[in-house]
């Protein structure tokens, strides 16, 4: 390798593109197409750095085998970043092992991270923390890799709602990014810690409201309070948990009896809510009756609900206290936007990928979310991009597709 090849990827490793690019922008020679790749994805420019990437491993050829597969692992990155999710996972796999399998340790952990990256913007928990642990981790690694990995640890973490082995995550990526010296990476690792002090639920108790910091809600779910939790469409109480998600009207039935707790919620409210009618007669009050039933049966040992002269009420079992938690900002496409909040742009089809849906209902998602001005689309046909900026103010962590402890 001749000296500027060497100085353009000890320049791209330093987080230093155009640096790297005044060494080989004009040379078209099989590394220097591929330092001139990942050159142009830290610039932003996807579509040149793919091209630029492909046509190095074209010409590295079938003999150069580790650095086609370096290539390989350089464009995961970039599929990964403009969130292409449906970027074969396969390729990257192979193009990991060939990379053990001849010594190059460090991209092929670099090949792993990615891996692991994808599982958790897919909502993959446990395969991705599967993943995580089973990573060699005697070899030394990189001070960008060690971010890298410890960026991936305080993801679980957070969408675990750990948020004490999330913060010394944060603690040890910020250090390892210090130490790689790479701005980017530090701005990313600040970005995240910022999650675990801004507000990222709602409490709804006793008739009065209040923000919660993820450690909240990481302490309100272990008190052993009953907790309908309108995050993720649950009822809860520590591990004891019952799953809403399927069942709509039960849910809508438990939060209004939840929000209005110690009190009895009217019969109309319930059906006016619950059944989005304006008006109730006798077979809605019936159909009341055995909602309520079947609500009474899924609670179990958590919850009874006894009748009132006017209503319904919710009688914890085993609990003092009830209450209900809601997500910082009420929207029917909340995911949606939980999603896009990172500043990254997004396709349906990512969208529909990550949060298990068609992509022609995330479509129609998208749709309505732009005439309301709250996303704006890049792009036309296939190309076609999704953004926003993020919530001010707010945390999306509660929102996005990862089960809280216990789901």
């Known amino acids: 390798m001749d000296s500027l090849i060497t100085a353009a990827a000890r320049a791209l490793a330093a987080g230093d593109p155009l640096g790297a690019l005044n060494r080989v922008a004009l040379r078209d020679d099989a590394p220097a197409l591929a330092l001139r790749g990942i050159a142009m994805a830290q610039l932003g420019d996807f579509v040149r ?48 092992a060939t990379l053990q399998a001849h010594g190059d340790h460090a991209n092929a952990a670099h090949a792993h991270y990615l891996q692991v990256r994808r599982l958790l913007l897919t909502g993959h928990l446990d395969e991705a923390e599967h993943r995580l642990a089973g990573l060699d981790l005697t070899t030394p690694l990189p001070p960008a890799l060690r971010a890298a990995h410890e960026l991936v640890a305080a993801g679980i973490a957070i969408r675990r709602l750990r948020t004490t082995a999330a913060r010394a995550a944060l603690g040890r990526a910020a250090e390892a990014a210090r130490q790689a010296g790479i701005p980017a990476l530090m701005a990313e690792v600040e970005t995240t810690s910022r999650v675990l002090d801004t507000p990222a639920a709602r409490l709804i108790a006793r008739g009065s409201e209040r923000l919660l910091r993820l450690d909240e809600v990481e302490a309100l779910l272990a008190s052993g309070m009953l907790v309908v939790d309108a995050c993720r469409l649950v009822v809860r109480k520590a591990d004891s948990m019952v799953a809403l998600a399927r069942r709509p009207v039960l849910f809508a039935l438990a939060r209004m009896l939840g929000e209005a707790w110690p009190d009895d919620v009217p019969r109309d409210a319930l059906i006016a809510r619950a059944f989005r009618t304006k008006f109730s007669d006798a077979s809605h009050r019936a159909r009341l009756r055995v909602e309520i039933g079947r609500l009474r049966a899924a609670l179990g040992p958590l919850a009874d609900i006894t009748a009132s002269g006017r209503g319904f009420a919710l009688t914890p079992r085993g609990a003092n206290e009830v209450a209900v938690l ?82």
Do not use: N
């Open 49 to 96: 750095a793919k091209a630029l990437l492909r046509a190095a491993a074209r010409a590295f050829g079938p003999k150069e085998v580790v650095a086609g597969a370096r290539c390989i692992v350089a464009e995961a990155e970039i599929a990964l970043v403009s969130r292409e999710l449906g970027w074969p996972v396969r390729t990257l796999e192979a193009a990991r």
């Open 326 to 407: 809601a997500l910082p900002v009420e929207d029917a496409y909340a995911m949606v936007l939980a999603c896009l909040a990172d500043g990254e742009s997004w396709s349906s089809s990512a969208l529909a990928l990550a949060l298990g849906a068609s992509q022609r209902t995330m479509q129609r998602a998208l749709d309505a979310l732009a005439a309301a001005g709250k996303v704006q689309p890049v792009g036309h046909g296939r190309a076609r991009r999704w953004m926003t900026p993020p919530i001010p103010g707010f945390a999306t962590t509660l929102l996005l597709p990862a089960p809280l402890p216990g789901g």
